[in-house]
């Protein structure tokens, strides 16, 4: 993939900071995070990962889940000191389901390379149960989250999306069938078959997941939210507002999070790759005062 023009510069100097990055003979990991209805090639398709590609980091393998346990597949060579591994989790499972197999992989990894260093990155959905996997779990090896559009305070779209698939009531049936009529009977059904992780990020209230994962103690690491903000009339991200993927917004967090703004939708683009390059080729606490 060729990166695009003026953009030489910015690979050269990220494949710069991966020589300086760390101490000698310790490695660094990329853990790549889907979002919802996304999957690992998300990441390819997108154009994140060839852009990380040219600046140095090479793919090590695919996680996946088995009725046994965690599954690694292998992608290509060895991928030596600066490896990513992508994931695929059941994006419309619960958001603590997710975050289960996620832990279970994280734990897998750290085996793997005890000694190496974890960058967790979250698009999306993927960023909260990046997370929630940290708060479940724990950090282990894992130095920095960065998150991605990620609605850490929620998104009324979840909240319609529930209230389009909610067929009960007397009227349920006519309700079922016009807003099949509307959007399609496939679109419907995978939405209905999403309810528990919809609800999982509708914005915090009383009772609900957000409200209890934005009040619980958060690991120890540095935390880097990449919020998509507005430019030239553009409308930006129509998914997850703004203010809602900003990590200094979480309670538990407290303000300890930078954010770097950037224009643009919801989903990945290779810019995202570029912005990813920059960030992980500085030590995590190097990224701690980063903010604005």
């Known amino acids: 993939m060729r990166l695009p023009r003026g953009r030489w510069w910015l690979a050269l100097f990220c494949s710069l900071g991966l020589v ?3 101490p000698a003979g310790a ?13 690992s090639a998300s990441w390819l398709q997108s154009g994140v990962l060839p852009v990380l590609a040219q600046a140095g980091w090479k793919r090590a393998g695919n996680w996946q889940s088995t009725p046994s346990g965690v599954r690694l597949e292998p992608v290509g060579l060895p991928a030596g000191r600066f490896a990513i591994y992508t994931v695929d989790l059941p994006s419309t499972a619960p958001l603590m389901e997710q975050a289960r197999l996620l832990g279970g992989m994280l734990g897998a990894i750290a085996q793997r390379h005890p000694t190496d260093t974890v ?5 999306s959905a993927g960023g909260v149960v990046a997370r929630l996997a940290l708060v479940n779990y724990g ?3 894992v130095t920095r989250l960065v998150t991605i559009a990620a609605p850490h305070l929620g998104t009324e779209r979840a909240s319609e999306a529930l209230d389009a698939t909610d067929d009960s009531g007397l009227l349920g049936g006519i309700k079922r069938w016009f ?5 399609g009977d496939d679109l419907y059904r995978t939405v ?11 914005p915090p209230a009383p009772g609900n997941l957000l409200y209890w994962l934005n009040g619980r103690q958060h690991p120890d690491i540095v935390y880097v939210a990449v919020v998509r903000g507005t430019a030239y009339g553009l409308p930006g991200d129509q998914v997850v507002p703004a203010p809602s993927q900003d990590l200094r917004r979480v ?14 939708g919801h989903e990945l683009s290779p810019q995202d790759g570029l912005l990813l390059s920059e960030l992980v080729s ?3 606490d190097a990224t701690a005062t980063g903010s604005r």
């Open 20 to 22: 300086f990055a760390g």
């Open 27 to 39: 490695a660094r990991i990329l853990v790549l995070v889907h979002g919802y209805l996304g999957d």
């Open 119 to 123: 960058d967790l990155i979250g698009h």
């Open 139 to 141: 950090a282990g090896t």
């Open 179 to 183: 807003v099949k009529r509307k959007v």
């Open 192 to 202: 209905q078959s999403s309810r528990g992780v919809l609800a999982d990020l509708a």
């Open 251 to 264: 309670p538990a967090l407290n303000g300890r999070a930078s954010i770097r703004v950037v224009a643009g």
């Open 282 to 284: 500085k030590p995590a």
